[in-house]
């Protein structure tokens, strides 16, 4: 598989635009022509995982309808629409020698994927892969692979009506978790590892790859309440980033609030989310959160937990140094906010928060791919190498450097 | 080692372009006032080294003398000069919703590095690090132990000198080769693995971290001549290539010559070459090449094989598109140059060849950061994650998503 994968890389590596762009657009009317097929298939990932148990709201997550599928397609399609950034040269320059040197972006070659549940990753994948000329080799999660499987097959009968190598895009089928592993060591073949899943994924990928890994998705999410903010408005970016989608790794976590103003705004905080929110005060909060329906005292950990679920944590702070050294104690690396009405403290909080997304009275929600603009998001990274936070088709590409010159020898 | 340097890594971070660039003044200021410790301590590693039996020419590698270690200071004080990448703001725009996004330049945070021999990595590396405001932890070859635990003293007593902590720069002073294994499992603290040393220093980095390792310098570099290729000219290129420092990572290992101009070209680089370089020949390009004085058929691995000697490999092929399939079987990922003036062929070349540099009309020896002007060169990355080929100072650096509103909550 890493073998194929790296020749069909080489072959869509010289690929156009337009070629590529016709895989694409095949990729989108076959996913709608095979509607029948991959529906059914996904009937049985349905029954298979009513009978072993998984709870309805996941169920809904695999589920794939009529509709569904033909989001599916309409996203693929909106990709084509997208600029491809392979072959853009960058930072062109003549050197003194008279060599004309630049940097032309291009594909990184194979990217191996490791998911969990929601079929629509598979196509979104291998067709943002595709885009910029990678091939790519997927591992879905179990609930999913009939599914995964029609949609693969659909892919690969639209590469090669396209005229590329079915190859591009290639899916482990073995549920054997020790393939997982060999993948992981494939260096010689592929390029980058993309985990999409929990912190237990990341961390068994970092562990074991000798391949690059982008790792991403965990982080403690916070935000700063500085005694100059407006707090009316400041309960609706709380309650945005709280309430929102608290299963998204870019929900609220904690909440750090001034001492100066928490007497008249924890109460507030109160009234707004007590309907919603389960209250986990540290003892310098307690006092101010009295009122809550659901409340109880931080504990070890709790300041270092991602709730995922309406769960808050809330601390007050002296002062902006102490909220900033509160989250470099406690995995502050995602998105986090400060709600300020003074520039200092705005660009304090910029400077010295070390996450991949810092925002100013805003709300930690806005870190995604569509939101930044970036018209697809493959994976949002945490780590610093290559790509921070949301990664778009440019993060999936490598650059070389090209020199230019009329027989030129270094003296 | 790790805590220090993160929180070392913190307060660079903060620090103004100011306050850097006065840190680096001093230290170069301090490499000349400590000459005579530092000489005393390299001649002490002299002294080991020659009793150890290791080669003059290595020795000659080793040794730092008044002029030596001037050209040192010299170097740091070249580093002041240039620009600093931290703090940039790029792609700033404005969103629908109103928020202001952009990315800004930060410090990757803790760089660990893994190297052999010269002790001017020693202050290469911390200084370099300390201009992108990033904390490293240096462990350097035993043959160089007392050179650079000198050096380090010197640096770590002129930041202290300009107000920055000390241990923004420290070294693993214990020999035990367990402590390798240590540092690169510290992802809590660590940022980014640069080795510096052979391939096998390098395989275990990529075996061994959970932290992002920067893979580079291993590679076959390759040159084809093509049928169109002035051939007097390459000749200048080819010499260069080979023979103006054969034992960097740059320099040329295999001649791939189009079959027709074989006959022609193939004894002129023996009249060229044969007086230092030996040739190993393919089937295809022995009898031209039968002049040689010294001359062997090519054996199995050859080809694959980083020469590092004069030692060159010669192989004739049918046309550019053997060429580049030789390349792609053999290890092309450095360097690698066309000799044509054919423009179509130029294009192919430069699009087909999967290597950190690709050259037209010009010697492989070209890819270095001074030649590139960055100024200054970290290391030569052969991966195709975060940077690609000569790494300056814009590669020990990662961005943040910064975005500014006015208390902006999502619908």
């Known amino acids: 598989m890493g073998k194929a994968a790296k020749e069909a890389a080489f072959q869509l590596s010289t690929a156009t635009t337009a070629q590529k762009n016709r895989a694409l657009t095949i990729i989108a009317d076959e ?57 853009q040269e960058m930072d062109r320059r003549i050197l003194e020698n008279g060599m004309s040197l630049s940097r032309r972006r291009v594909p990184l070659g194979v990217v191996g994927v490791i998911y969990e549940a929601r079929p ?68 010689q073949y592929v390029d980058m590892i993309i985990p999409r899943g929990g912190a237990g994924l990341h961390k068994m990928c970092q562990e074991n790859s000798t391949i690059p890994v982008i790792i991403g998705g965990f982080g403690i999410s916070h935000m700063f309440i500085d005694a100059s903010a ?77 709730w995922l679920s309406y769960t808050l944590g809330v601390k007050v702070v002296e002062n902006i140094e102490q909220a900033i050294q509160h989250m470099r104690a406690h995995h502050a690396s995602h998105s986090d906010a400060i709600l300020t009405n003074r520039l200092d403290h705005a660009e304090q909080f910029i400077n010295a928060v070390d996450s991949a997304a810092v925002y100013v009275n805003a709300s930690t929600r806005f870190t995604d791919g569509a939101q930044f603009g970036l018209g697809a998001e493959v994976a949002v990274s945490t780590q610093k190498l290559h790509a921070r936070g949301p990664m778009g088709l440019e993060e999936l590409t490598s650059y070389k450097w090209v020199g230019r010159a009329d027989y030129l020898s270094r003296s």
């Open 31 to 87: 996913l709608e022509a095979n509607r029948d097929a991959i529906l059914a298939a996904n009937a049985q990932d349905i029954e298979q995982g009513r009978q072993s148990g998984l709870s309805e709201a996941l169920l809904d997550r695999l589920l794939l309808n009529t509709e569904r599928l033909a989001g599916i397609a309409s996203d693929v399609r909106n990709v084509v629409g997208l600029q491809d950034p392979v072959g």
């Open 120 to 187: 629509n990753v598979t196509i979104d994948i291998a067709v943002l892969c595709l885009k910029t000329g990678n091939a790519s080799i997927l591992r879905g999660g179990k609930e999913t692979f009939n599914s995964n499987m029609a949609l693969v097959k659909v892919i690969q009968l639209s590469l090669e009506k396209a005229g590329l190598p079915a190859a591009s895009v290639q899916y482990i089928e073995n549920p054997d978790r020790a393939l997982v592993s060999e993948l992981l060591k494939l260096d």
């Open 230 to 306: 407006d707090l009316n408005r400041s309960l609706d970016v709380i309650e945005n980033a709280k309430v929102q989608r608290p299963s998204a790794c870019n929900a609220l976590d904690t909440l750090l609030v001034h001492q100066q103003v928490a007497a008249e705004f924890l109460p507030q905080l109160v009234q707004r989310l007590s309907d919603k929110v389960t209250f986990v005060a540290d003892a310098s909060a307690l006092a101010g959160l009295t009122g809550a329906a659901s409340l109880r005292a931080a504990q070890d950990g709790d300041f270092d937990t991602e």
